[in-house]
């Protein structure tokens, strides 16, 4: 058996040699004496010349771009779309330059977070120019569809991507959270279509319409790309202005474009807010103005940032640092001059101010209250804060906390009994009420008398009262549904729209 083990030995020497002769990887050398020694250079180390010396050793350079207007063109990848609709787009903003102008210079704040993360996400930088399309890059955009924020998500949209909407903040114009959640619900409609466009046209029109109107083309044989499919003029021309924007960045000496200088670097940066604390103290801290704070943090609503809430907002670069140390030595009272009052019952609005020590215009004004309504239970009122009070809003209501109304007055159904003489007409004077209504309402024409004693129905317009605790306050008897149109018009608020699907079509602010 000694000469098994003596074979092995013999095998491994043979292969410890074979991995140390030259042309095997870092441990090869030229030395034949020593095989093992390191390769160490025995001159002065020279600079490697800008330009040469690295390319020369077969290293690649990458230049890192000092505007991100071309961090941004190096990062297209979508495929493009050369159509007369294309050209007709591009005529539209290059004979706008002024226009042209704002929308760019409103982004620089934004953009170099955005294109940050698309780079992240593996995602086409094209996508950084879309809320130029959406809202102009406008955060404060509303759309007549009630689409909200620079990526204008309609609300159902908004919360399915878990974009709050509150009594103090909005978070469909907040710019790192609305950012998120349409770079989420673009990379889900991309994984659903396999296309950018389509992924596009379903960011504007609903994913839904566009699954149906691929599946008819599909049934009956025809191509399903962006231009085949048949859709609203507002999706026709979505991509193709997309695609415009797009070309005018490419080459804006084609178009006569002049684009702002935007640096490849942060405008903005996070601070942690762990009190509450008045808008305007943050800005006084942060050495900027109140509106340039609200530019960069829109999704508020109130004069005051509840900290259980909304912990970090966003501050220019170098004012960022200015507020972290004026925080750090803040002794000259308390941070925060507002608070929150949850509403016991339902509430007039002078009932409202006489408790909270506000004048009824000022408590209108601050919480949004619209004429003619009072505050229901449970609203989260944002009222004067008690001196000497340092409790801040707890979470589930800073994070939570809704305002809602009820009108003052109600349409109530009334039975009264007919006189003698009494017509259509006379009751409709007598309570103040159309006589097209009073007809109606009791299905009679509008010259119809009534025998003495007959039962009349009528829907009168009566002035809420607060109800007590315990109480269903401001519900309307079912029988009050069919109302004058007058009173319809003077009491009733109008309703908010319904979504029936988790994530609708968006509609988008006008340009």
Not at 14 to 30: E, K, R
Not at 209 to 238: H, Q, S, W
Not at 325 to 343: D, F, H, I, K, Q
Not at 428 to 451: E, H, I, M, P, Q
């Amino acid at each position: 058996m000694k000469w098994l083990h003596l074979l092995a030995l013999a095998s491994l020497l043979w292969l410890a040699g074979c991995a140390n002769t030259p042309g095997n990887g870092p441990a090869a050398t030229d030395s034949p004496t020593n095989s093992h020694a390191p390769d160490v250079p025995t001159q002065p180390l020279s600079t490697i010349a800008a330009g040469g010396g690295a390319r020369a050793s077969g290293v690649a350079v990458v230049s890192v771009p000092v505007d991100l207007w071309e961090r941004i063109r190096r990062g297209f990848a979508m495929p493009d779309l050369d159509s007369q609709l294309v050209r007709g787009q591009e005529q539209w903003y290059a004979t706008r330059p002024d226009y042209m102008q704002r929308m760019t210079e409103r982004s620089s704040k934004y953009l170099f977070h955005i294109v940050e993360e698309l780079e992240l996400r593996g995602m086409p930088t094209e996508l950084a120019l879309l809320p130029y399309i959406e809202s102009a890059f406008n955060p404060q955009a509303v759309s007549s569809a009630k689409a909200a924020g620079m990526w204008q998500f309609m609300p159902a949209t908004g919360s399915y991507f878990d974009l709050k909407q509150n009594a103090f903040r909005d978070d469909r114009r907040d710019v790192l959270a609305s950012t998120r959640a349409a770079l989420d619900y673009l990379q889900k409609l991309y994984g659903m279509f396999g296309d950018w466009h389509l992924a596009l046209a379903a960011y504007n029109w609903g994913e839904g319409n566009v699954a149906r109107a691929i599946a008819r083309n599909e049934k009956a044989g025809l191509a399903t790309g962006y231009e085949d499919i048949t859709m609203p003029n507002e999706t026709r021309l979505y991509v193709p202005k997309l695609q415009a924007v797009k070309n005018i960045v490419a080459h804006p000496e084609r178009f006569q474009a002049s684009l702002p200088a935007i640096g490849n670097h942060p405008y903005f940066d996070t601070v942690d807010i762990t009190r509450d604390i008045d808008v305007a103290l943050v800005a006084r801290m942060a050495g900027i103005s109140e509106a340039d704070f609200r530019e960069l943090n829109p999704s508020l609503h109130r004069p005051v940032i509840l900290a259980a809430g909304m912990p970090q907002v966003l501050l220019p670069w170098e004012s960022a640092q200015s507020f972290r140390r004026n925080m750090l030595t803040y002794n000259e009272g308390r941070l925060a001059s507002w608070t929150v009052w949850t509403v016991p019952a339902n509430m007039t609005v002078s009932a409202a101010a006489q408790r909270s020590g506000m004048s009824e215009a000022e408590l209108r004004t601050l919480n949004g209250i619209p004429p003619r309504m009072m505050i229901k239970a449970g609203s989260a009122l944002m009222v004067p804060r008690a001196a000497g009070s340092g409790k801040d809003v707890p979470g589930n209501i800073a994070d939570n906390g809704q305002i809602a109304f009820t009108p003052e007055v109600v349409v109530r159904r009334s039975t009264v009994r007919a006189g003698k003489h009494d017509t259509v007409a006379s009751i409709a004077r007598r309570y103040k009420v159309r006589a097209d209504d009073v007809a109606d309402w009791n299905d009679l024409k509008t010259g119809s008398r009534f025998k003495p004693g007959e039962p009349i129905v009528l829907y009168l317009a009566t002035r809420n009262t607060p109800a007590t605790h315990g109480a269903n306050p401001g519900k309307r008897p079912a029988s009050a549904r069919k109302t004058a149109s007058t009173v319809k018009r003077a009491s009733q608020a109008k309703p908010a729209p319904t979504h029936k699907r988790a994530a609708p079509a968006k509609k988008r602010a006008t340009r």
